[in-house]
């Protein structure tokens, strides 16, 4: 029989002896900063202006796979939140629901990828907490992350924004994410090239600022996937959008992978992807500055803001066709974030 | 066959068509306010000074126990855990993991007592998330809530701060919240006339801080009972204390219930009490004041901080024996909170 010790325990999540070692050994050490290190019942820390706040739990499965963990994805995620109303992240919470008998290896991977995320974004960890369910009573591992970030003076991002005229960018290629971590689901046979996107956008965010602070809308098309954000956006903003298929980048690996699927890439999950809508005369040079982030390559105008058919997308295809894109309805891939 | 119309469906945690309808109908309408109702990815609001930020995860089990259930529990503990750093919380996010196929109604239930928890604290809940995980992939409802508070002026609460010569303050009887909680789990066949003591204390802070801002250290002796907790501050203010069993309030049915099991219900989990250190000149005035509060009517001095045995608490019993009281090790009482 392998010894329990390199398993998680009921009592990791007690509160009591086993609980404070878990924390003291495993978390703090690689997380380690002065306001995460006094272990009070709160962090405290001083910060003046318009604060961004939000959360996000991920229940991902499998909690590794290509291109990132669950780990990766759950400060990625929540850095991508608050980039996505302007502000700046700055301290995070980071929340663990354990299964009883999760291996202490794989929590020191995720633990790890979480301490690079954090650093490549530039954010603190600073409060948290660890509970651990029965074996059965939670899949693994869940993890919840909450953020707080200032927003600069002048910039005013939100769903609501968008105004006729205004050009729809979109930072890179979309479907990775869901595709990648589908093709780790136990029923799947087949194995495909593509990794998940997942990646820290707030840099990016701060580029595009850079080159113009009128950015009005800026939404990172997870759950979903790109017709799902639009549509929030098109709803928020009583407008109407028009997007152009041939004009939204798409890897081959994903076009081919949703043909053979029945998948349509609009409502596939994207982790390191943002929409940004912005008056027409900033576009270009906004599109020019995103190119040269690692994250915004293959940025490119995919439409553009109307005032007709307020609340709807429509899309023209390769075809030349009109095409009604609406929200996502049922369940595209359960657990992908 | 049931109608499938009442209950949770993954489709719920789509972040499609019907997470949208569950949101909107059944969430931001019961918690609504300006802030929350914008639905932008993260939650913005004006905030100035030294800010506590915390967060927990709530696994309860039964998420029904008689004196409260998981919502009012998600709300209260986090209330506490930033009013034990002396801050009035303001700011929460709400974050829930369903299982598949769990009933609304009883997702009504817990989102009416999340909004009476939060009036009666004086929060607002301004940001959220919902997944959805498949039947078996987790056990009914987990909830997350992360709190942003603000810290007054001249207040300086920390578990380190705790120093020879104090007075230990505890605001009421314990064990209450532990005892609860199991007497509904299924396995048990006798009920007890417990209820759980799930409350908000951050007024009853107020008042101790209206009374003496020299408080110390607060603490609210949750998972691990008011022993753990007492060990963590003597750890972290490298001080020892002393306590009195005599001096410590107990229910009746709490020590009659805990001699039956064999429980010790100094490790027994609370979730409406707190511990206070704080100089013996103002003991006297801040009991006084704890009393005129609904939840600290039973409040006592237990003990004193020395400057002898450092880390550890020793407890004078009721047969005028000294005992070392240790830091709960393994699990009384699994899933707790």
Redesign the interface.
């Known amino acids: 029989m392998k010894s329990t010790e390199d398993r998680i ?3 990791h ?8 070692e878990l924390v003291q050994k495993s978390l703090v050490p690689s997380w380690s900063n002065p306001v995460l290190n ?22 991902v ?1 499998p909690i590794f796979f290509p291109g990132g963990d669950i780990g990766k994805l759950s400060i990625c995620g929540t850095v ?3 980039a ?2 302007g ?1 700046q992240p700055l ?1 995070f ?5 354990i299964e009883e008998g999760f291996r202490l290896a794989e929590l020191e991977r995720i633990v790890t990828s979480i301490k690079e995320a954090t650093e490549e974004a530039g954010v603190e960890i ?4 660890t ?4 074996r ?4 693994k591992l ?1 993890i ?1 992350t ?4 200032l ?1 600069p003076e002048g910039v005013d991002i ?3 924004n968008a105004r006729p005229g205004d050009k729809i960018l979109l930072s890179g290629t979309i479907g990775e994410h869901g595709l990648a971590v589908m093709s780790q689901r136990e029923s799947l046979e087949f194995k495909i090239p593509i990794q998940s996107d997942c990646a820290p956008l707030n840099k990016l965010v701060v580029d595009m600022l850079a080159a113009s602070p009128e950015i009005h809308c800026l ?2 098309p ?3 996937g790109l017709a ?1 954000t639009l549509n ?1 956006l098109a709803t ?1 903003s009583k407008v109407g959008m028009r997007i152009d298929e041939e004009n939204i980048p798409l890897q081959e690996a994903v076009r081919a992978t949703c043909e053979l699927l029945g998948f349509d890439p609009l ?1 596939v ?1 994207n982790e390191g992807k943002l929409v940004a809508i912005l008056p027409p005369t900033d576009a270009e040079r906004v599109l020019n500055q995103m190119r040269q982030n690692c994250y915004g390559r293959e940025g490119a105008i995919i439409g553009e803001v109307v005032e007709q058919h307020p609340g709807r997308v429509v899309m023209r295809t390769r075809l030349g066709t009109s095409r009604l894109i609406d ?6 891939l ?2 992908i974030c």
């Open positions: 325990l009921l009592a999540g007690s509160g009591g002896r086993l609980s404070h006094r272990l009070d019942d709160a962090a405290v820390f001083k910060l003046s202006g318009r604060l961004a706040f939000t959360t996000d739990s991920y229940v499965s991508n939140d608050l996505m109303c502000a301290y919470s980071v929340a663990l629901i600073v409060t948290g907490d509970k651990v369910v029965p059965g009573s939670a899949d869940f919840n909450a953020g707080v970030g927003i939100s769903g609501s939404r990172d997870t759950r979903g799902t929030e928020q409502y999950a929200m996502l309805s049922g369940d595209l359960p657990r």
